[in-house]
């Protein structure tokens, strides 16, 4: 498992300087990237894809052309791949394929000679939906591993224009400057900082690891995907659609709320989502939320868009096999709204039991996986 994630960077969208059509706000990029070689006719965003799956199978101890039939590839990212100066350039020899939204995964088959491919697009559920898919095609007979995950750079001043138009771009915080911009449950929240990176996680059959004779990092205990058909930007404000989900990811694992010992909240920091969310775990969770941690990294490392979902499921991942999370780390006031919740702002040590993590979207998608211990 692998994943590449931004710092904060404030000024320019992606840290490299003003130019036509600049979108004034902070941005969370990687300064320091250096692509894979043999990539650098690739957008951004495959180059990221094609890092993290290296970095992913390296860490798996996997040679994917010693067993090519085996293998599949899952990952998506959230819309087409524009580069960061907005301009639609076409590179040689991929031309216009590169452009589109299964380029990412396209790029990861054609670097390690893979053949069973499915491309996910689902706006910011993307990764998570891509995990789920690659769940799937595992217990479906499909493969026996799946290197699944997303990736996405959408620093270009086109869709910075359009975050900015829907009024869900955060502002600066006055006093604490631009690492404090998104703040998550905050009093003062008011909206995201958008990142890039991409994140690869390999799925694999208890069978193959068996034989292989690796040691999982975790297991992917449950799922469930749906839609809440508040709008096409909109979230259903009570939070049912996305406690139905929830719950069905709950039921399929066959885990019990109370066995639930960290959410890990999609939580962007616009009032309507994190909104949504506190009210979506009262209902599935109850009294138990108030000892029950809910955690966002995005006030740490920007909303990956549609790399968040695999990027979030990485660090769970690695929490639950540390036994030790992040916390909320920009939280400074917690709305009144979600007084007496369990929201840290420190790293903490991990009680026993599943994490979750859930995932929102525009378009409606809803998608929530429970991650345990191996």
């Known amino acids: 498992m692998a994943y590449a994630v931004g710092q904060w960077q404030g000024g320019s969208p992606s840290g490299r300087g003003e130019r036509p059509g600049f979108v004034p706000c902070c941005a969370a990029t990687i300064d320091v990237f250096r692509p894979p070689p043999g990539t650098e006719h690739l957008s951004r965003t495959s180059q990221l894809a094609v890092a993290a799956a290296e970095e992913a199978l ?30 639609l350039r076409i590179r040689p020899p991929c031309g216009w394929s590169d452009f589109l939204p299964d380029a990412p995964a396209r790029a990861i088959c054609d670097r390690f000679g893979l053949i069973r491919v499915h491309a996910t697009v689902s706006a910011c559920s993307t990764g998570l939906h891509a995990i789920i898919r690659g769940a799937e095609m595992i217990r479906d007979g499909e493969a026996e591993i799946v290197l ?10 086109l869709w910075l224009a359009a975050y900015r138009n829907m009024g869900v771009l955060a502002e600066e915080h006055p006093e604490l400057g631009p ?25 694999e059959s208890a069978a193959s690891a068996t034989r ?63 909104l949504a ?13 108030t000892s029950l941690p809910v955690v966002s990294t995005k006030g740490a490392i920007g909303h990956l868009m549609g790399a968040a979902g695999a990027i979030e499921t990485a660090l769970a991942v690695q929490a639950r096999r540390d036994g030790r999370s992040p916390g909320t780390a920009t939280l400074v006031e917690p709305d009144p709204a979600f007084v007496g919740l369990c929201l840290p702002t420190t790293s903490f040590d991990l009680a026993a039991g599943a994490i979750l993590k859930t995932s929102l979207s525009f378009g409606g998608h809803l998608a929530t996986i429970v991650v345990q211990k191996p």
């Open 148 to 157: 699944a995950g997303s990736a996405d750079s959408s620093l270009s001043p």
């Open 277 to 289: 969310e506190i009210n979506c775990f009262r209902q599935v969770f109850g009294q138990h939320l």
């Open 212 to 274: 292989r004779g690796v040691s999982p990092w975790a297991r992917l205990q449950g799922w469930a995907s749906g839609s809440d058909p508040a709008g096409l930007a909109q979230v259903s404000e009570s939070g049912a659609p996305l406690a139905e989900v929830v719950q069905a990811a709950l039921d399929h694992g066959s885990v019990h709320p109370q066995d639930v010992s960290c959410v890990y909240a999609h939580g962007t920091a616009t009032p309507q989502n994190d």
């Open 58 to 87: 390296l860490s798996a101890e996997l040679e994917t052309r010693a067993a090519v039939r085996k293998v599949a590839v899952s990952v998506g990212t959230s819309k087409p791949l524009i580069e960061s100066s907005g301009s």
């Open 179 to 203: 690492a404090w911009t998104c703040r998550p449950f905050d009093r003062h929240r008011n909206g995201f900082v958008v990142g890039e990176g991409a994140a690869v996680v390999v799925l």
